[in-house]
């Protein structure tokens, strides 16, 4: 069997010749549990037909992936969207660089004590992320539904203090984005991503007070990436890994799976 870094010319309609460069080991991919662990997955088993070996290592939270592909524990990673990364970048100085596009998964707010975003009562406790860019576009997305104004509008870097009018004066919980599905209960409602969502057994198409729209400008801006560090973009089994995403048979296994919760993204 071909194993790590080795580019696939057999099953997938790959843009470029198979070729193999260190056999060594599998390709080390690195993830997060639910949505993500499990398109993976897909990936892994569609490339491993054409002798494609990967070791997945799921996460719990979004900060170790990145850690870990930077030390060199990993070779990719398959999680994030362009503006989490390009603020972890700024922050801890990565040098890391995109291969290509993985999947598009919804953030909504849900909750279990109101059936809408019109009765969430006076002084509601809201968990939004505690991330930079996750918890920005959850504000982004009260601010759409008319419960919270920010400044200029608002983007995925505004803050809790970009709130400018907050008419039902809503208390925001900052959280680990992997923990708001658990806390449901302990607060009045939460933003939570649709990788998260899914695993906890919530559709944000179908259980969300709100939810961002498919078709939106804001969710193609938040598609997730494959992520490797900078100079391996262009190898073979970069390439080969971006593509299993963007095999039609991929894409369709996503839309049968997840009833549109989840979007094929490359």
Partial sequence: MLTRRTALATGLALPFAARAQDAAKPLRVGVTSGVHAQALEKVRDMLQSSGFAMKITEFGDFIQPNAALAAGDLDANAYQHQPFLDQQIKDRGYKLATAGRTVMTAMAVFSR????????????????????????????????????????????????????????????????????????????????????????????????????????????????????????????????????????AFKEWVTATYKGAVIPGA
Avoid: H
């Fill in 113 to 248: 004590k109101t059936k809408t975003p019109e009765n969430l009562p006076d002084g509601a406790r809201v968990a939004i992320p505690n991330d930079p860019t996750n918890g920005g576009r959850a504000l982004v997305l009260l601010a759409g539904a008319g419960l919270i104004t920010l400044r200029d509008g608002g983007d995925f870097r505004s803050t809790v203090l970009d709130v400018t009018d907050n008419p039902k004066k809503l208390r925001f919980v900052e959280l680990d984005a992997a923990q708001i599905a658990r806390a449901l209960d302990d607060v009045d409602a939460g933003a939570i991503t649709g990788n998260y969502a899914v695993a906890a057994g919530m559709s944000p198409l179908r259980d969300s007070l709100i939810v961002e729209r498919a078709d939106s400008g804001l969710i193609r801006q938040y598609c997730c990436l494959v992520v490797v560090r900078q100079g391996d973009e262009a190898k073979p089994w970069a390439k080969a890994l971006a593509a299993g995403y963007a095999d039609p």
